[in-house]
Nanobody
């Protein structure tokens, strides 16, 4: 199973940008579909974006479509989330997650379907 560590969170003004990174350890990284989730205080963990095993296919939740870009580099065991035009409602802890390819799907919007999680990184967007 892969181990995941996020970085890149911080405080940014509305309209600004941040790039989150997720470093994965393990030799089977390219067999995992990878995703980003986020959780704001008092709210459920919600799906943000996902990328397929090869990185050729991506999927976004409606609220972030057109503003966020997910990508992966299998040679470096890395996943990225470029976040532009940030809004205060994007404030949350962001988590990197992986779903095993043996499940026959490269993403799920339900967080309980994922097999590996990072510890999270805080993103705060001020008005």
């Amino acid at each position: 199973q892969v181990q995941l560590v996020e970085s890149g969170g911080g405080l940014v003004q509305a309209g600004g940008s941040l790039r989150l990174s997720c470093a994965a350890s393990g030799r089977t990284f390219n067999t995992y579909g990878m995703a980003w989730f986020r959780q704001a205080p008092g709210k459920e963990r919600e799906f943000v974006a996902a990328v397929s095993w090869s990185g050729s296919v991506v999927y976004y939740a409606g609220p972030v479509k057109g503003r966020f870009t997910i990508s992966r580099d299998n040679a470096k065991n890395m996943v990225y989330l470029q976040m532009n035009s940030l809004k205060p409602e994007d404030t949350a802890v962001y988590y990197c997650a992986g779903i095993e390819g043996t499940k026959g799907k490269w993403y799920e919007t339900r967080h309980d379907e994922y097999d590996a999680w990072g510890q999270g990184t805080q993103v705060t967007v001020s008005p």
